[in-house]
């Protein structure tokens, strides 16, 4: 009986994860009333820093000639995974929508494999063609709200491009994660990504405090930027790596697909949004080109 329970537990974590995963899009939306976006980006890896530094920090300073060997490398993964992908959603949320966030985040894996095919020369067949080609008309349409004259007048949401950015960031980081490989633990690694993130945004901090927006120290910030710590960062992907190691790879990435639902949920729930005809088509766009390319590639 204990075997069963143990064996179920990864596969009920399979359904939980994307909860805290698909929880960085209601900061995005709810987050950002109160607290610059970068500034919310850069106080949230900073923070998961300090809660996982007690933990690696021994491990860190055992190994120290390790980590500096691998400095650049740590500093590029912060850039991309905590710098663009952290503050671009946040600045996509002020004026875009939790659906399409997540519509257009879930795209990811067609420009891993884009990217993926011109820097590394990665051989694509006619399916995965196929399937970029139907993922990115999916994108496009809810971009322009399936309206061919905001195309044709070039006439975007300001958010779904920078979150169109994010997706694109989150490719490169992914190819990079999985090309660099590292003799560091995954935790540590993490700890790391996450103080390198901090430092890339903090220039930028800086700019949105002098000359944008200052930032207000308030209850709402240390809720919002807590929330955003823990949730999305740290039990996410504690509870990612946990199940992929149990489950694989090739499984646990069909948490991307729950992360749209959730996203649509929560934009439901909580800002009162609403699903249009398009965006369901677009979604099965996305999701019939991802599995197209995904049947023949292990990157995703």
């Known amino acids: 009986m204990k075997s069963n329970n143990k064996t179920l537990i990864p596969y009920i974590l399979l359904f939980i994860q994307p909860i805290f995963m698909a929880s960085n899009l209601v900061i995005a939306r709810g987050g950002t009333e109160f607290i610059p976006p ?60 939790i659906v399409n966030m997540g519509i257009i985040y879930s795209s990811s894996p067609i420009f891993i494999i884009l990217i993926s095919s011109f820097f590394f020369k990665d051989k694509l067949t006619n399916g995965q063609y196929l399937g ?22 070039l006439k975007f949401t300001v958010g779904d491009l920078w979150m169109l950015g994010a997706s694109i960031g989150w490719a490169l980081y992914t ?27 903090f220039p930028f901090f800086l700019v949105e405090n002098i000359m944008i927006l200052k930032t207000n120290y ?14 999305p ?53 996305v999701f019939m080109g991802i599995f197209l390319v995904k049947r023949n590639d292990k990157k995703i």
């Not at 996982?52 to 060997?69: A, E, S």
């Not at 999916?138 to 322009?144: A, D």
Request: one cysteine or more; charged letters at 10%.
């Open 38 to 97: 970068i500034s919310l980006a850069f106080w949230r890896w900073t923070f998961c820093f300090l809660f996982l530094l007690p933990f690696t920090f021994i491990y860190l300073k055992k190994n120290f000639n390790q980590f500096r060997k691998e400095i650049f490398k740590l500093f590029i993964l912060g850039f991309l995974g905590c710098g663009i992908c952290g503050a671009f959603p946040f600045i996509a949320g002020k004026t875009t929508t």
């Open 132 to 153: 970029i080609l139907i993922c990115l008309i999916g994108v496009i349409l809810i971009i322009i709200k399936a309206n061919l004259r905001l195309l044709v007048d």
């Open 175 to 201: 190819i990079y994660l999985y090309y660099w490989k590292s003799e560091l633990p995954l935790l540590q690694r993490f700890t790391l990504i996450s103080m390198f993130g901090a430092l890339s945004l």
């Open 218 to 231: 308030d209850l709402n910030f240390f809720f919002w930027v807590l929330f955003a710590a823990l949730s």
């Open 233 to 285: 960062s740290i039990i996410a992907f504690l509870l990612f790596n946990f199940v992929n190691n149990k489950l694989g790879a090739s499984i646990t990435g069909s948490v991307l697909y729950l992360y749209t639902v959730y996203g649509a949920l929560y934009g439901f729930i909580f800002f009162d949004e609403k699903l249009e005809f398009y965006h369901l088509v677009g979604t099965i766009m």
